[in-house]
Protein backbone atom coordinates (compact mmCIF):
# COMPACT_ATOMS: atom_id res chain seq x y z
CA UNK A 1 0.00 0.00 0.00
CA UNK A 2 1.39 3.15 -0.85
CA UNK A 3 0.18 6.48 0.83
CA UNK A 4 -0.82 9.91 -0.71
CA UNK A 5 1.23 11.24 2.48
CA UNK A 6 4.23 9.49 1.40
CA UNK A 7 4.02 10.63 -2.41
CA UNK A 8 3.54 14.20 -0.74
CA UNK A 9 6.42 14.02 1.83
CA UNK A 10 8.30 12.98 -1.13
CA UNK A 11 7.44 15.63 -3.52
CA UNK A 12 7.94 18.95 -0.62
CA UNK A 13 11.72 17.16 0.26
CA UNK A 14 11.82 17.41 -3.62
CA UNK A 15 10.59 21.08 -3.60
CA UNK A 16 12.61 21.84 -1.58
CA UNK A 17 16.12 20.68 -2.64
CA UNK A 18 15.14 22.43 -5.84
CA UNK A 19 14.81 25.66 -3.88
CA UNK A 20 18.33 25.01 -2.28
CA UNK A 21 19.52 24.70 -5.64
CA UNK A 22 17.56 28.24 -7.10
CA UNK A 23 14.71 25.96 -8.77
CA UNK A 24 11.14 24.92 -8.27
CA UNK A 25 10.07 21.38 -7.77
CA UNK A 26 8.15 21.05 -11.31
CA UNK A 27 12.05 21.70 -12.76
CA UNK A 28 12.61 18.02 -11.47
CA UNK A 29 11.21 15.14 -13.06
CA UNK A 30 10.17 12.65 -9.99
CA UNK A 31 10.25 8.64 -11.46
CA UNK A 32 8.31 6.27 -9.25
CA UNK A 33 10.74 3.06 -9.16
CA UNK A 34 7.77 0.07 -9.13
CA UNK A 35 10.52 -2.38 -10.32
CA UNK A 36 9.88 -5.83 -7.83
CA UNK A 37 6.23 -3.85 -7.19
CA UNK A 38 2.67 -4.93 -7.38
CA UNK A 39 0.37 -3.08 -9.98
CA UNK A 40 -2.00 -2.45 -6.60
CA UNK A 41 1.22 -0.46 -5.63
CA UNK A 42 1.55 1.36 -8.95
CA UNK A 43 -2.24 2.00 -9.18
CA UNK A 44 -1.99 3.80 -6.04
CA UNK A 45 0.66 5.82 -6.58
CA UNK A 46 -0.87 6.94 -10.28
CA UNK A 47 -3.92 7.66 -7.99
CA UNK A 48 -1.94 10.33 -6.01
CA UNK A 49 -0.95 11.89 -9.02
CA UNK A 50 2.40 9.59 -10.10
CA UNK A 51 2.57 9.77 -13.84
CA UNK A 52 6.28 8.31 -14.28
CA UNK A 53 7.48 5.13 -13.43
CA UNK A 54 11.00 3.43 -13.61
CA UNK A 55 10.98 -0.28 -14.41
CA UNK A 56 14.26 -2.79 -14.81
CA UNK A 57 13.28 -5.55 -16.23
CA UNK A 58 12.02 -5.64 -19.56
CA UNK A 59 9.38 -9.02 -18.94
CA UNK A 60 8.17 -6.93 -15.80
CA UNK A 61 7.96 -3.73 -18.31
CA UNK A 62 5.76 -5.17 -20.48
CA UNK A 63 3.52 -7.38 -18.15
CA UNK A 64 2.70 -4.17 -16.26
CA UNK A 65 2.76 -1.65 -19.41
CA UNK A 66 0.08 -4.31 -21.06
CA UNK A 67 -2.05 -4.53 -17.91
CA UNK A 68 -1.91 -0.40 -17.26
CA UNK A 69 -2.50 0.29 -21.19
CA UNK A 70 -6.06 1.84 -20.30
CA UNK A 71 -3.67 4.61 -18.37
CA UNK A 72 -2.67 6.57 -20.91
CA UNK A 73 -0.64 9.52 -19.75
CA UNK A 74 1.07 7.19 -17.49
CA UNK A 75 5.22 6.99 -18.85
CA UNK A 76 7.21 3.84 -18.77
CA UNK A 77 10.93 4.32 -17.46
CA UNK A 78 13.43 1.71 -18.80
CA UNK A 79 16.17 2.10 -15.73
CA UNK A 80 17.84 -1.01 -16.15
CA UNK A 81 21.13 -2.85 -17.48
CA UNK A 82 19.50 -4.13 -21.30
CA UNK A 83 20.56 -7.09 -23.37
CA UNK A 84 19.85 -6.47 -27.07
CA UNK A 85 17.68 -9.60 -27.16
CA UNK A 86 15.46 -7.36 -24.85
CA UNK A 87 15.46 -4.14 -27.13
CA UNK A 88 12.07 -4.91 -28.88
CA UNK A 89 10.18 -4.68 -25.55
CA UNK A 90 11.67 -1.98 -24.42
CA UNK A 91 11.29 0.10 -28.13
CA UNK A 92 7.76 -0.85 -27.93
CA UNK A 93 6.60 -0.23 -24.20
CA UNK A 94 9.52 2.51 -22.76
CA UNK A 95 8.53 5.88 -22.84
CA UNK A 96 12.12 6.62 -21.50
CA UNK A 97 15.78 4.82 -21.21
CA UNK A 98 17.81 5.65 -19.17
CA UNK A 99 20.70 3.14 -18.96
CA UNK A 100 22.09 3.33 -22.68
CA UNK A 101 25.56 1.97 -21.09
CA UNK A 102 26.87 0.52 -24.73
CA UNK A 103 26.61 2.04 -28.57
CA UNK A 104 25.36 -1.41 -29.38
CA UNK A 105 22.51 -1.25 -27.34
CA UNK A 106 22.20 2.27 -28.80
CA UNK A 107 21.61 0.30 -32.45
CA UNK A 108 20.08 -2.45 -31.74
CA UNK A 109 17.47 0.12 -29.93
CA UNK A 110 17.19 2.49 -32.71
CA UNK A 111 16.51 -0.68 -35.31
CA UNK A 112 13.43 -1.70 -33.19
CA UNK A 113 12.26 1.82 -32.68
CA UNK A 114 12.36 1.79 -36.81
CA UNK A 115 10.27 -1.05 -36.81
CA UNK A 116 7.68 0.67 -34.09
CA UNK A 117 7.74 4.00 -35.81
CA UNK A 118 8.44 5.31 -32.65
CA UNK A 119 11.53 7.78 -30.99
CA UNK A 120 13.04 7.04 -27.71
CA UNK A 121 14.22 9.81 -25.32
CA UNK A 122 17.33 7.96 -23.68
CA UNK A 123 19.78 8.95 -21.50
CA UNK A 124 23.63 7.73 -21.57
CA UNK A 125 24.65 5.78 -18.25
CA UNK A 126 27.82 6.85 -17.08
CA UNK A 127 29.60 5.00 -14.58
CA UNK A 128 31.27 8.17 -12.00
CA UNK A 129 32.54 5.30 -9.13
CA UNK A 130 34.94 3.66 -11.36
CA UNK A 131 33.42 0.66 -9.64
CA UNK A 132 33.92 -2.46 -11.88
CA UNK A 133 30.33 -3.87 -10.92
CA UNK A 134 28.68 -0.70 -12.20
CA UNK A 135 27.35 -0.52 -15.89
CA UNK A 136 28.12 2.72 -17.99
CA UNK A 137 31.15 4.68 -19.91
CA UNK A 138 33.72 5.60 -17.81
CA UNK A 139 33.82 8.95 -16.60
CA UNK A 140 35.44 9.05 -12.93
CA UNK A 141 38.75 10.92 -13.89
CA UNK A 142 37.72 12.56 -17.12
CA UNK A 143 39.12 16.01 -15.71
CA UNK A 144 42.36 14.66 -16.04
CA UNK A 145 41.97 11.51 -18.35
CA UNK A 146 41.25 13.37 -21.92
CA UNK A 147 40.66 9.99 -23.41
CA UNK A 148 37.36 9.25 -21.02
CA UNK A 149 36.12 12.79 -22.40
CA UNK A 150 36.98 12.15 -26.11
CA UNK A 151 35.62 8.33 -26.24
CA UNK A 152 32.22 10.07 -24.98
CA UNK A 153 32.18 12.78 -26.99
CA UNK A 154 32.35 10.21 -29.67
CA UNK A 155 30.06 8.25 -27.86
CA UNK A 156 27.20 10.96 -28.09
CA UNK A 157 27.89 12.24 -31.20
CA UNK A 158 27.06 8.54 -32.78
CA UNK A 159 23.92 8.48 -30.41
CA UNK A 160 22.97 11.90 -32.15
CA UNK A 161 23.34 10.31 -35.64
CA UNK A 162 20.28 7.79 -34.67
CA UNK A 163 17.08 9.76 -35.62
CA UNK A 164 15.28 7.36 -33.35
CA UNK A 165 16.92 7.93 -29.98
CA UNK A 166 16.39 11.57 -28.49
CA UNK A 167 19.28 12.04 -26.34
CA UNK A 168 18.51 14.00 -23.37
CA UNK A 169 21.40 13.77 -20.70
CA UNK A 170 23.38 12.01 -18.62
CA UNK A 171 22.25 9.11 -15.81
CA UNK A 172 24.53 8.01 -13.33
CA UNK A 173 24.39 6.10 -10.25
CA UNK A 174 26.15 6.53 -6.77
CA UNK A 175 27.96 3.96 -4.78
CA UNK A 176 25.42 3.21 -2.02
CA UNK A 177 27.84 3.38 0.80
CA UNK A 178 29.01 6.42 0.05
CA UNK A 179 28.66 9.57 2.82
CA UNK A 180 27.30 12.58 1.81
CA UNK A 181 30.68 14.52 0.94
CA UNK A 182 31.85 12.05 -1.44
CA UNK A 183 27.93 11.67 -3.10
CA UNK A 184 28.26 15.21 -3.52
CA UNK A 185 31.72 15.64 -5.21
CA UNK A 186 30.48 12.78 -7.59
CA UNK A 187 27.19 14.70 -8.64
CA UNK A 188 29.25 17.65 -8.76
CA UNK A 189 31.64 16.27 -11.64
CA UNK A 190 28.82 14.72 -13.79
CA UNK A 191 27.17 18.22 -13.69
CA UNK A 192 30.36 19.48 -14.70
CA UNK A 193 30.66 16.96 -17.38
CA UNK A 194 27.57 17.94 -18.45
CA UNK A 195 28.42 21.66 -18.89
CA UNK A 196 31.77 20.63 -20.30
CA UNK A 197 29.59 18.25 -22.83
CA UNK A 198 27.60 21.02 -24.03
CA UNK A 199 30.43 23.55 -24.56
CA UNK A 200 31.94 20.59 -26.80
CA UNK A 201 28.66 19.72 -28.82
CA UNK A 202 26.39 22.82 -28.33
CA UNK A 203 24.35 21.76 -31.72
CA UNK A 204 23.22 18.43 -29.29
CA UNK A 205 21.42 20.02 -26.66
CA UNK A 206 21.34 16.70 -23.93
CA UNK A 207 22.13 18.77 -20.83
CA UNK A 208 19.74 16.95 -18.70
CA UNK A 209 20.88 14.64 -15.71
CA UNK A 210 18.99 11.37 -14.26
CA UNK A 211 20.58 11.05 -10.84
CA UNK A 212 19.08 10.47 -7.25
CA UNK A 213 17.47 7.90 -5.45
CA UNK A 214 16.39 7.31 -2.36
CA UNK A 215 18.96 8.02 0.04
CA UNK A 216 20.62 10.39 -1.92
CA UNK A 217 18.08 12.59 -4.33
CA UNK A 218 18.27 15.69 -2.01
CA UNK A 219 22.08 16.04 -2.84
CA UNK A 220 21.12 15.01 -6.31
CA UNK A 221 19.13 17.67 -7.06
CA UNK A 222 20.97 20.45 -5.02
CA UNK A 223 23.58 19.73 -7.34
CA UNK A 224 21.63 19.80 -10.73
CA UNK A 225 19.32 16.26 -10.99
CA UNK A 226 16.27 16.87 -13.38
CA UNK A 227 15.60 13.25 -12.84
CA UNK A 228 14.97 11.19 -9.69
CA UNK A 229 14.42 7.71 -9.80
CA UNK A 230 13.34 6.77 -5.95
CA UNK A 231 11.93 3.41 -5.55
CA UNK A 232 12.25 2.36 -1.68
CA UNK A 233 10.96 5.68 -0.01
CA UNK A 234 8.00 5.63 -1.91
CA UNK A 235 6.80 1.80 -2.09
CA UNK A 236 8.82 0.27 0.86
CA UNK A 237 11.64 -1.94 1.11
CA UNK A 238 12.16 -4.65 -1.95
CA UNK A 239 12.56 -7.85 -1.27
CA UNK A 240 16.36 -9.04 -2.38
C1 LIG B 1 16.28 0.36 -8.08
C2 LIG B 1 16.82 1.56 -8.76
C3 LIG B 1 16.54 2.85 -8.30
C4 LIG B 1 15.72 3.13 -7.06
O1 LIG B 1 16.38 2.72 -5.90
P1 LIG B 1 15.86 3.13 -4.42
O2 LIG B 1 17.09 3.13 -3.61
O3 LIG B 1 14.87 2.11 -4.03
O4 LIG B 1 15.26 4.49 -4.54
C5 LIG B 1 17.03 3.92 -9.01
N1 LIG B 1 17.78 3.73 -10.13
C6 LIG B 1 18.08 2.52 -10.60
C7 LIG B 1 18.90 2.41 -11.83
C8 LIG B 1 17.62 1.39 -9.93
O5 LIG B 1 17.93 0.18 -10.41
Known sequence: MVSFQTIQATLARIEQAAQRSGRTGDEIRLIAVSKQK??????????????????????????????????????????????????????????????????????????????????????????????????????????????????????????HQLPQLDLLGLMTMAPFDANEQSLRSIFKKIAALSRCLHVRLPEINASQLSMGMSGDFEIAIEEGATHVRIGSAIFGARAT
Open 38 to 159: PLADIINAYEAGVRHFGENRSEELEKKAQALSHLSDLKWHFIGHLQSRQSKTVAQYAHYFHALDRLKIAQSLSAKLVEQQRTLPVFIQVNVSGEESKSGFACQNWQQDTSQLEALIEVIKAV
